[in-house]
C-alpha cells in the first residue's frame, strides 16, 4: 500500500521522498505501483464472474512505464490517437486488447489500427462508419465497430470533462445508432456488433451512471430483439477520485460494479470498461521545491519550481490539488497563494490556501496528479519535461528521463533550406 497522503509521512509507496528528490531533482512525478495494482485489483474482484475486459484510457498517463505495468496486471489500453496506439503497443500491450475512441479518427489512423488487429473502434459520427467501411474494404479485412451512444445525461462534473450530453461533440443519438443498425446490411467490411458509452470523467455519483445504463440497457433489448446481435457493451469510464481530502467522496468499485449488473441484466456478452483517473490518479505525487516567498500588497505568494506547464488542471479546469509539505515539522499555518513562475496569471495552483509556514528550498508534494498530470504537460516557456519516477515497495525506477534542453528543441532549426511546394 501506498502510505497516506499526509504531512507526517515522507514516503510513497516506501521510497523517502526527499532523498528521491534529492538524487532527481524537481519537479518529479512519482507513482506508486502498488496503488495503480490495487486499484485494478478493487475492479477484477468486483467483476470476478463476468466476461469483462478492462481498457486503461491511456490519455490519462500515457507513460510507457505506466502502460506496460497495465499490460502486465492483463489491463488493455483505450487509444484515441495514432501515438496512444504506438505507445501501448511498445509497451507490450497486444492489439486484441485494444479499442479505439475518439471523434477525429483520420484515415491514416484507421488504417494503421486495422492493419495490426485492434479489438474494437468505438465510432462517434456516420462519416467515421462509412470511413472505416472503406479502409477496411481496401485492406480486405473486417472491423469491428461499436456505436458510441450518447445518451444526454448531465455526469454532474466539470463542464469541460462532461461527455454524454446532447450538445456536447461526442457520440450519436440513439435514434441515429439505430438508423446505422437499420442498415448494417449494407456494411461489407463492418461488423457493427457493439454499443458504447462515456457520459464524462471525474463523477462521483452513481446516479448519472444509472440513468445513462438504463438508457443503453433499454437500446440493447431493442436491438437484440430486432434480431441485431450485440456482442459487447463497452460502459466507458468516468470512476472519479478524491482530489480534495473530506470533499470529494469517490464512488467504490463495488457499488459501481453492481450498478452495471444490475442494469445489464441478462446481458450474455461481453462488458468493456474503460477506467482512466480512477486506476492512477491517486497514485501520483509531483514533488516540487519552493523557489522563493514574494510578499505582495495584499496577498503572500508561495512561488514553486513546478509551473502550469508541468500540470494544468488547476489553470485549465480551476481545479483543487490538495498540497503539503514533505515534512513533519510542526509549524504555524501561513496563507499563501502558491503560483509557478511561468509568466501568466494562471499559473497558479492554488489561491488562499492555508500551509504550514514554508520557506525556500522546501520540498512540497502535489497529490492526485498521477492522472491528466504529465499527459497534458508542455514546454511552454522553454521549460523541459519534468522526470517521472515509478516506486514500489521501497524501491524506485526512472520511467522518464529528465528532459534536456537539448532534447527538447530537437527537431528545430533555422530557415536555412528554402523549397517550393
Request: with cysteine.
Amino acid at each position: 500500500m501506498t502510505d497516506a497522503p499526509a504531512s507526517a509521512h515522507v514516503t510513497w509507496d516506501g521510497v523517502d521522498l526527499h532523498a528521491l528528490a534529492e538524487r532527481l531533482g524537481a519537479p518529479l512525478y512519482v507513482y506508486s505501483a502498488s496503488h495503480i495494482r490495487n486499484r485494478i485489483a478493487s475492479l477484477q474482484t468486483a467483476l470476478r464472474g463476468t466476461d469483462h475486459l478492462i481498457c486503461f484510457a491511456v490519455k490519462a498517463n500515457s507513460n510507457r512505464g505506466v502502460l506496460a505495468l497495465m499490460h502486465e496486471q492483463r489491463v488493455g489500453a483505450d487509444i484515441v490517437s495514432a501515438g496512444e496506439l504506438w505507445r501501448a503497443l511498445h509497451a507490450g500491450v497486444p492489439p486484441e486488447r485494444i479499442v479505439f475512441s475518439g471523434v477525429g479518427k483520420s484515415e491514416a489512423e484507421i488504417a494503421e489500427a486495422l492493419r495490426v488487429g485492434i479489438l474494437r473502434f468505438n465510432v462517434e459520427s456516420h462519416d467515421e462508419l462509412l470511413l472505416l467501411q472503406r479502409v477496411a474494404l481496401a485492406q480486405g479485412v473486417v472491423a469491428r465497430a461499436a456505436v458510441r451512444i450518447n445518451p444526454d445525461v448531465d455526469a454532474l462534473t466539470h463542464a469541460k470533462i462532461s461527455t454524454g450530453k446532447a450538445e456536447n461533440k461526442f457520440g450519436v443519438s440513439i435514434d441515429e445508432a439505430r438508423r446505422w443498425f437499420a442498415a448494417r446490411g449494407e456494411l461489407s467490411h463492418v461488423q457493427l456488433d457493439g454499443l458504447h458509452v462515456h457520459i464524462g470523467s471525474q463523477i462521483l455519483s452513481l446516479e448519472p451512471f444509472r440513468q445513462a445504463l438504463q438508457r443503453v440497457a433499454a437500446f440493447w433489448r431493442e436491438l437484440v430483439a430486432q434480431g441485431h446481435p450485440i456482442a459487447s457493451i463497452d460502459v466507458g469510464g468516468g470512476l472519479g477520485v478524491c482530489y480534495r481530502e473530506g470533499h470529494d467522496h469517490p464512488i467504490d468499485a463495488a457499488a459501481y460494479v453492481a450498478l452495471v449488473r444490475e442494469a445489464l441484466a441478462g446481458f450474455e456478452g461481453r462488458l468493456l470498461f474503460e477506467p482512466g483517473r480512477y486506476l492512477v490518479g491517486e497514485a501520483g505525487v509531483l514533488l516540487t521545491r519552493v523557489i522563493r516567498l514574494k510578499q505582495g500588497e495584499e496577498r503572500s505568494f508561495l512561488v514553486l519550481d513546478a509551473a502550469m506547464n508541468d500540470l494544468a488542471r488547476p489553470s485549465l479546469y480551476d481545479a483543487w490539488h490538495d498540497i503539503v509539505p514533505v515534512s513533519g515539522e510542526a509549524r504555524p499555518m501561513i496563507t499563501y497563494d502558491i503560483v509557478g513562475p511561468v509568466c501568466e496569471t494562471g499559473d497558479t495552483f492554488a489561491t488562499a490556501r492555508a500551509l504550514p509556514a514554508c520557506a525556500p528550498g522546501d520540498l512540497l508534494m502535489i497529490l492526485t496528479v498521477g492522472a491528466y498530470g504529465a499527459s497534458m504537460a508542455s514546454t511552454y516557456n522553454s521549460r523541459p519535461l519534468a522526470a517521472e519516477v515509478m516506486v514500489d515497495a521501497g524501491r524506485y525506477a526512472v520511467v522518464r528521463q529528465r528532459q534536456s534542453f537539448e532534447d527538447m528543441v530537437a527537431g528545430e532549426q533555422p530557415a536555412n533550406h528554402w523549397e517550393t511546394a
